[in-house]
């Protein structure tokens, strides 16, 4: 799976993103980003096996973490 962020106006951020999981914070990457471009993240198997949720997240140094909708992976 590939996730892309845009990013349309303002100034450059530095940011990383990562999964909760089972109460536990995996941290996948980080990445600077300009306006008016794409970063883009390939996401692999991370091994999870049972039904709790993941929660996406973005942190973005200086603001906020935004999070993404909960995802059953059973």
């Known amino acids: 799976m590939t ?5 349309h106006s303002g100034g450059t951020i530095t ?20 306006s008016g471009t794409t970063s ?5 198997e991370m091994g999870f096996t049972d039904c709790h949720d993941i929660v996406g997240w973005l942190a973005v ?5 935004f999070y993404n909708a909960p995802v059953t992976i059973c």
């Open 15 to 34: 940011a990383r993103f990562g999964v909760n999981w089972n109460g536990l914070s995996f941290e996948r990457g980080s990445f600077t980003q300009a």
């Open 3 to 7: 996730d892309s962020y845009v990013k």
């Open 40 to 44: 883009s993240a390939t996401w692999t």
């Open 61 to 65: 140094n200086g603001q906020n973490t």
